[in-house]
């Protein structure tokens, strides 16, 4: 089964700041998608960004992009030029894309992210 | 295009009450997954269906819990006898096809709170 680890329960960062928030994960799996979700007060899941495990060009929208090591399991999400919206909780997830395979989504714990004005 | 639709958004039962759970698909989506959020933590599948087909309920307690999606009309979670450890929030997800390439859009959530 696969699992996924977010070590940082809570992280701070002041507003027009950068940040990143760190993933890993685990799977004998070669082919599979990763995705960082938003969750605001509202409980409101937001997809932020994909990443397709065959590719090997990091994701980017707008200020988020991510750092994909695959040898490495890790899945990190940076945030460029923070705002004050950006303030949630951030969920990376694991789905398998093999033949077959389940299409459920496997989440991570959660980091809380606070912006400083 | 409407998006995923849940309801109640809250729901409060007292212990020994069934618990109703409603989710309204995108149009077009024929492909639903709930997950379950305790509190402080990530979301936890619970079942995925396709219309009148239990596709994988391998998150779902053995007792208790149910879900439907019935060629019409919205997927119904269904908790009967609830308890404390219940309290939780339920997500509904929904894609316009499985496989490779689905794309899961989430409902707002149900709260529901047992007393």
């Known amino acids: 089964a696969q699992t996924v680890t977010q070590s940082q329960p809570e992280m701070s960062v002041q507003e027009a700041e950068t940040v990143t928030l760190s993933c890993t994960y685990d799977?004998?799996?070669?082919?599979?998608?990763l995705f960082w979700y938003k969750q605001p007060p509202s409980r409101q899941m937001i997809l932020v960004i994909r990443q397709e495990a065959y590719k090997q060009q990091n994701a980017t929208e707008n200020r988020f992009s991510v750092n994909f090591q695959k040898a490495a399991k890790s899945f990190s999400l940076k945030i460029s030029d923070s705002q004050l919206g950006d303030a949630a909780m951030y969920f990376c997830?694991?789905?398998?894309?093999?033949?077959?395979?389940?299409?459920?989504?496997?989440f991570g714990g959660g980091t809380r992210l606070m912006v400083k004005p | 295009n409407a998006g995923v639709m849940q309801n109640p958004r809250h729901l409060v039962r007292r212990r020994g009450q069934e618990a109703r759970l409603r989710c309204s698909p995108m149009?077009?989506?024929?492909?639903v997954y709930w997950y379950r959020q305790l509190p402080e933590e990530g979301l936890k599948f619970m079942v995925y269906l396709q219309k009148e087909n239990i596709i994988d309920e391998s998150g779902m307690p053995k007792e208790r819990f149910s879900a439907e999606f019935p060629k019409e009309g919205p997927s119904i979670l269904r908790i009967q006898q609830v308890v404390r450890g219940d309290s939780a929030a339920y997500f509904c997800?929904?894609?316009?096809?499985?496989?490779?390439?689905?794309?899961?859009?989430f409902g707002p959530g149900t709260r529901l709170t047992v007393l």
């Open positions: 149009k077009g989506h024929s492909h």
């Open positions: 997800a929904s894609s316009p096809y499985g496989g490779r390439y689905n794309e899961q859009f």
């Open positions: 997830a694991y789905r398998s894309a093999g033949v077959g395979a389940g299409n459920m989504l496997t």
């Open positions: 799977t004998s799996e070669s082919d599979y998608y």
